[in-house]
């Protein structure tokens, strides 16, 4: 049973252009998290979806940063025209429906680096 | 809103020392706690929680935390550590209302072997 998979890895990007990190879930969860770390900064909430549903995106900057969670496929974290700032490590994590809804399973997470 | 509060954010110790780390959180209702870790390299992962009722939880590897509701406190404690301790320790809560779950800006714990 594969954890949640988090790709690319790493990104580059300079500024002005588009990333797009892709989260899968680990198979049987429907809640995906998605979270920034900087450095000394921890782990900030970011937005947290079900399929096809954002439940709660109180974390996300107004403008640039979209979230999905389409019927099919993973969840996509969407920076566009993105600034040096964006540089960090994004993490997302899943969980299950129902008990035990709230314990999170991890990715390894996608180093974006803005040039 | 919710916020959560860790005090140390490099703890240095020496092998077989105890350890006791720091976690408060703000918010008035019921909460779930949790404390994750990140060793070198790898995933976070979960360490241990507190849903409901006794508050002195166990978790893996011999960590244990305890919930004192009277100080919105939720502090992780091993009486012995290990040098493959050194990791990165995150404190969590989220209101039983609410799924969002909030982190700590985490603490850096080195074990000296």
């Known amino acids: 049973n594969a954890g949640v998979m988090q790709n690319p890895r790493h990104l580059v990007r300079r500024r002005g252009q588009e990333a797009r990190l892709r989260c899968s879930p680990m198979?049987?969860?429907?809640?995906v998290y998605w979270y920034r770390q900087l450095p000394e900064e921890g782990l900030k909430f970011m937005v947290y979806l079900q399929k096809e549903n954002i439940i709660d995106e109180s974390g996300m900057p107004k403008e640039r940063f979209s979230a999905e969670f389409p019927k099919e496929g993973p969840s996509i974290l969407r920076i566009q025209q993105v600034v040096r700032g964006d540089s960090a490590a994004y993490f997302c994590?899943?969980?299950?429906?129902?008990?035990?809804?709230?314990?999170?399973?991890f990715g390894a997470g996608s180093r974006l680096t803005v040039l | 809103a919710q916020s959560v509060s860790q005090h140390n954010h490099h703890v240095i110790l020496s092998e077989a020392a105890s350890l006791e780390l720091g976690c408060n959180y703000s918010y008035g209702g019921t909460v779930n706690l949790f404390w994750y870790v990140q060793y070198p390299g790898q995933h976070l992962q979960l360490l241990l929680k507190y849903f409901s009722g006794d508050p002195l939880v166990k978790g893996i590897k011999g960590f244990e935390a305890e919930f004192i509701k009277s100080k919105f406190s939720f502090n992780l404690r091993k009486p012995s550590v290990q040098w493959s301790d050194t990791a990165e320790y995150f404190c969590a809560v989220n209101a039983r209302r609410d799924d969002k779950i909030i982190f700590g800006k985490g603490t850096r714990l080195h074990i000296l072997p």
């Open positions: 198979k049987g969860h429907s809640h």
């Open positions: 994590a899943s969980s299950p429906q129902g008990p035990g809804a709230n314990v999170l399973t």
